[in-house]
């Protein structure tokens, strides 16, 4: 990083340090033999110097109008200073700096300040009065004691001690205007008052410590509503009124706040409101009040009567079979019991009044669905039970259709046959892949790949379906440059992963990925998960272009004191280029070292004022940073 150490005195040694500066100079710019090659050195840049007028109290600085004139009234103090005014850069616009030698010395490295470190600077000031002499100091106060227009003028003078000696100067005015009235600055008008909007409702009232919105709301005689808003009402001015409205509009109860207690009288559609300081209003909820009467005496009720129906000692369903195709079953037995009842009526599949307990025997039934009810009525009402019959003929012979598969799929069978099949029932077959399968063909007393198929039953069957895993197709391919495997089509089983890596020759990077026609994040791999389409991935390489070699020295730090003899360690940081690296470091007392380290340790055996060290960068491909320096102080 480059210094500027600036000189503000002359003393009876200088002339010890100009021979020094000398030598450095000399080393540094090859002024003698065996100096370094590649060295660049930073060529002197002009200052532009402006004035900045400050108040005397408090250190602010004072308003300057574009024409560069300042207004102050009669006895007003002023501290002016001088500022750096940088060139117009690209793009216009000029910036003002502290143009101090501390200032100047802190400056970054590539700023309009950036110059030799051998410089030293000086200012003279005056004002355009004939009493005023001409000041030659860095700042400068003036108590302008009369009313009238004067010119505050800067003169700024940089010597720099290079080989030749190099001087330059910049001028810069500042006209002020100074009035026999003090300038009194209008007030500035307090901020408006935002209006905080008007109230609103962000939930439920509190009503009797129950959340209530719109509804209805039971109250006993004399009871009393406990209303209470808070914390569901904002916004609006405060304070707050809170008011129970009648269907007819008046106010029937009312209370500064949020929280009311009102006694109504008679049940009512009411409404409860909420106005604030501005007079605005929000309804919150619409309560319809019902008044119930005193609690009368409740008759007693009658219990209801329950009934229990049997079949054959059981509650059914029962199922039974003919005792011959075409007959009827065996007889039935029906039981029953009730409680109470006063009646008992059977319907359905038997009829008439019964006992209320008793038994009944019931013929044989031929095949079919029979339903037996019993109803039992007394004073609690009515109840009723039922049991249920199925009968049937005997089955005839029945054969069997065994169905398997194999792979991802199943088969749906019509009709289903879960007991078998008589002889000459046609049976559908429909093969159902699962996701990600396909129906391939159908084996055993079945052919084909056909879905959905039928088979005669005219014996014992067994059939076998196949399905097989979908693939689909990945169409991988890499430009110029590079390669990515695997390459051309791939196929890929349906919910299975593949990986693509990417390969850049030597020399080329990853420049783009395209997966399916989109542009993708570029990386060195990528993978299609759970496939269940078919997709294409195309990657493009580029050249690489290495960035700007850049170097700078990071310790020691510029401007650090050391003692004579001891080890300095200096390190460099370096980015950019192509590695590897190496290192020229030059110090100012001759040393001239190449290393392939980014830090090295040097001693200084006798006393250095002021010293340069200077360090330059070579890559790999052999280009060279610019050259950076430290400054450094050596003491016995």
Request: proline share 8%; hydrophobic share 40%; glycine share 12%.
């Amino acid at each position: 990083m480059a210094s500027q150490v600036f000189l503000r005195e002359r003393r009876p040694a200088m002339a010890r340090k100009f021979t020094l500066i000398a030598v450095v100079l000399g080393t540094v710019f090859g002024l003698g033999a065996g100096c370094p090659p590649h060295l660049d050195v930073t060529p002197v840049v002009p200052l532009h110097v402006g004035i900045e007028a400050l108040d005397s109290d408090t250190g602010e600085p004072l308003e300057v109008d574009g024409a560069r004139r300042l207004e102050v009234s009669v006895g007003t103090l002023v501290h002016f200073v001088p500022i750096e005014v940088s060139p117009p850069a690209q793009g216009g616009g000029v910036a003002d700096q502290d143009a101090s030698p501390a200032g100047l010395a802190s400056k970054p490295k590539g700023a309009a300040l950036n110059k030799l470190p051998f410089s030293e600077a000086t200012f003279h000031w005056r004002v355009s009065s004939e009493s005023v002499p001409r000041e030659s100091t860095y700042d400068f106060n003036y108590t302008f004691a009369t009313a009238g227009v004067y010119e505050v003028a800067l003169l700024r003078v940089d010597v720099h001690y290079v080989n030749p000696l190099v001087i330059s100067q910049d001028k810069a005015r500042l006209q002020v205007v100074v009035s026999e009235e003090p300038i009194v600055l209008p007030p500035i008008p307090p901020p408006p008052v935002p209006d905080p909007g008007p109230p609103f409702f962000t939930g439920g009232v509190e009503i009797n410590g129950l959340i209530f919105f719109d509804g209805e709301f039971s109250l006993g005689a004399g009871e009393t509503l406990r209303i209470d808003g808070t914390g569901v009402v904002s916004g609006g001015r405060l304070p707050y009124t809170i008011q129970v409205i009648g269907s007819d509009g008046t106010v029937l109860a009312e209370s500064l706040g949020l929280k009311l207690d009102w006694t109504p009288t008679e049940s009512g559609t009411y409404t409860i409101r909420v106005i604030d300081a501005d007079g605005r209003t929000l309804d919150l909820v619409i309560v319809l009040i019902l008044i119930c009467p005193p609690d009368s005496p409740v008759p007693p009720i009658p219990p209801t009567p329950t009934v229990n129906l049997k079949i054959n000692g059981g509650d059914g369903p029962l199922e039974l079979v003919t005792l011959a195709p075409g007959g009827v079953s065996a007889n039935l037995r029906l039981s029953w019991g009730s409680s109470d009842a006063e009646t008992l009526v059977a319907s359905s599949a038997w009829s008439g009044s019964k006992s209320l307990s008793g038994t009944e025997t019931v013929n044989g039934l031929p095949a079919g669905d029979y339903l037996f009810t019993l109803a039992a009525t007394g004073d609690g009402g009515t109840a009723t039970d039922s049991v249920g019959v199925h009968v049937v003929d005997p089955a005839p012979n029945l054969y069997r259709l065994r169905v398997t598969h194999t792979g991802g799929g199943d088969v749906r069978i019509s009709p289903a046959g879960d007991g078998g099949y008589e002889e000459g029932v046609v049976v559908t077959l429909t093969a159902v892949p699962e996701t990600g399968y396909r129906f391939v063909d159908w084996g055993g007393d079945l052919s084909g790949s056909t879905s959905p198929t039928s088979i005669t039953m005219d014996g014992n069957k067994a059939v076998t379906a196949s399905f097989a895993r979908l693939t689909y197709a990945i169409t991988a391919s890499a430009e110029l440059g590079g390669s990515i495997d695997p390459e051309g089509i791939v196929m890929v089983a349906h919910g299975d992963d593949q990986r693509f890596d990417f390969v850049p020759d030597p020399g080329y990077e990853i420049f783009m990925l395209w997966v399916d026609g989109l542009m993708a994040d570029v990386a060195l791999s990528y993978t299609f998960t759970d496939m269940a389409t078919g997709h294409n991935i195309s990657v493009t390489f580029r050249e690489i272009v290495p960035r700007p070699l850049m170097a700078e020295i990071v310790s020691p730090e510029n401007g650090t004191h050391h003692d004579v003899g001891d080890e300095i360690i200096f390190r460099a940081e370096t980015s950019g280029g192509t590695p590897p690296y190496t290192y020229h470091w030059l110090f100012p007392d001759g040393s001239n070292v190449w290393t392939d380290q980014a830090g090295l340790g040097h001693v200084f055996d006798f006393e250095i004022q002021n010293g340069s060290v200077y360090m330059q960068a070579r890559d790999g491909a052999g280009l060279l940073s610019p050259v950076t320096q430290t400054i450094i102080w050596v003491y016995p």
